[in-house]
């Protein structure tokens, strides 16, 4: 299938062809750059849905939950779920299937795992053009959960409208690290295992941490769940349903969107830039000559940075005119 | 830009009843040590979840355990439901308790692969390798 036949098999509601459509946009190849050039204008219709935290706070549990939840609510579902890559052999597992079984039967949900494949190309940039497809597809509910390290969180949320940011009763140092980026990305706080002890401290925390954020339009409400019996799911999609209409309908919405995309621009150009200077690096033996002057001290690594920014400059432009 | 090598992506899965998943997880483990996407979907899977995984993750290949003895029952349903979503175009290989006198049987429905208890993890690495098909 070309990538004319895979936008009309997408449009056209084939699984196969969005299967496929998916592996040609993750790769990022330039079938899948057209997939994605075809599909864009009929995405917008889904409510995307980020899902993000630390490893172990039931991140895949809680999008099982919150899928099964608007599947009873009568709303179609595409998931997108992120492990990560071996940064060893770049090979993954990834299980989050095993916590979704019982959905992998039903045909208003459409699952794809991913591996983070290390930074080249970044997630956001893979992630966001797979929730994308998705999106187009027609899914009324697109859900990303990523995995929980660093810079990653952050990116989830250039992937999706409403970012969720999940935590657990146990983990004061959960809370503290969330002070860094995440909890401003954040648009609904849920605390899972909120059967464990110590999960009004946990609330009180990020109560106390949502009150001496910046004010924004938007205030991020605190749910507390217990997705392995479902306890607190039916109020999370109520938050992310009021988080929808806040989008669509306030004064704000068109500054978000805007936002939203000028964040997801900068975030592609970036992981561009990245994959080309690493491209030309390792092309023109450029790094491995820095590498060796830098290591015997005769030029300092700032300057062996800036000198390899031209090299990937001057590579830029030689393509451009070619 | 060149475009680096495809990644191979493979799906394990252990249809049917029996729960021990030991040697699933021992492949799994392997093919992804030697750099490939490895989709688990765990244990008691049915014939069309199998297919409908494979579908979604858009996989290379797709490979079974199974220590029941229902292979005979199971496997050809596998390859039907796969069949019957278009998914044409994978690898399939299996292991775990397939009698020698099953192994034609078993190859005649399309698993090209059939790797007993005891088989050298280098060998099912290589066998994917050699076989998962090149993709336009």
């Known amino acids: 299938m070309d990538a004319a036949e895979l936008v009309a098999g997408v449009a056209a509601g084939d699984r196969r062809a969005l299967a496929r459509a998916i592996t040609h946009v993750e790769a990022d190849s330039p079938a899948g750059r057209a997939v994605l050039a075809g599909l864009y204008p009929r995405t917008g219709g889904a409510h995307t849905i980020g899902v993000t935290g630390s490893a172990g706070v039931g991140k895949s549990t809680l999008v099982g939950a919150l899928a099964r939840e608007e599947r009873r609510r009568g709303r179609t579902v595409g998931i997108v779920a992120v492990d990560p890559s071996s940064p060893f052999s770049h090979g993954a597992i990834l299980g989050d299937r095993i916590r979704m079984q019982d959905l992998t039967a039903d045909a208003g949900v459409f699952m794809r795992s991913m591996a983070s494949r290390g930074n080249l190309g970044g997630l956001a940039e893979a992630a966001s053009g797979v929730v994308d497809v998705l999106d187009a597809a027609g899914y009324d509910i697109v859900i990303v959960e990523t995995v929980g390290a660093g810079q990653d969180e952050v990116e989830v949320a250039t992937a999706a409208e409403s970012t969720v940011l999940v935590s657990t ?27 464990l002890a110590g999960v009004e401290t946990t609330v009180m925390q990020l109560r106390g941490l949502l009150a001496i954020a910046p004010p924004r339009g938007w205030t991020p409400p605190i749910v507390k769940t217990v997705a392995r019996t479902n306890d607190g799911i039916a109020e999370l999609v109520d938050a992310l349903d009021a988080h929808r209409a806040y989008l669509r309908g306030s004064a ?36 491995a000559t820095l590498v060796e002057e830098v290591a015997t001290r005769r030029r300092d690594p700032r300057d062996a940075a800036q000198t390899l920014l031209a090299a990937v400059w001057r590579h830029g432009q030689d393509t451009h005119e070619a | 830009m060149t475009t680096e090598q495809r990644t191979i992506r493979v799906l394990i899965a252990k249809p049917g009843l029996d729960g021990h998943d030991r040697g699933a997880k021992v492949v799994a483990r392997a093919l992804r040590d030697a750099g490939m996407e490895v989709i688990y979907t765990g244990i008691r899977q049915t014939p069309e979840m199998i297919a409908e995984a494979a579908l979604q993750e858009d996989v290379d290949v797709v490979g ?11 496997f050809p349903r596998v390859v039907a439901e796969l069949k019957q979503r278009g998914v044409d175009d994978v690898l399939l290989f299996c292991g775990g308790i397939i009698p020698e006198a099953d192994v034609p049987a078993v190859q005649a429905m399309g698993f090209t692969g059939v790797f007993g208890p005891g088989t050298d993890t280098t060998q099912i690495i290589e066998f994917v390798r050699e076989h998962a098909k090149e993709r336009a």
Do not use: F, W
């Open chain 1, 169 to 195: 009763p146990a983990g004061g140092d959960d809370v503290q690290s969330m002070k860094a980026g995440l909890m401003e990305i954040a648009q609904i706080m849920v605390v899972n295992k909120a059967d």
């Open chain 2, 64 to 74: 079974l355990s199974i220590l029941s003895g229902a292979h005979l029952e199971l």
């Open chain 1, 252 to 287: 704000h919405a068109a500054a978000e969107r805007r936002e939203l995309a000028r964040a997801q621009i900068v975030a592609l150009a970036r992981a561009a830039l990245y994959r080309q200077a690493l491209a030309t690096a390792a092309h023109e033996g450029v790094l």
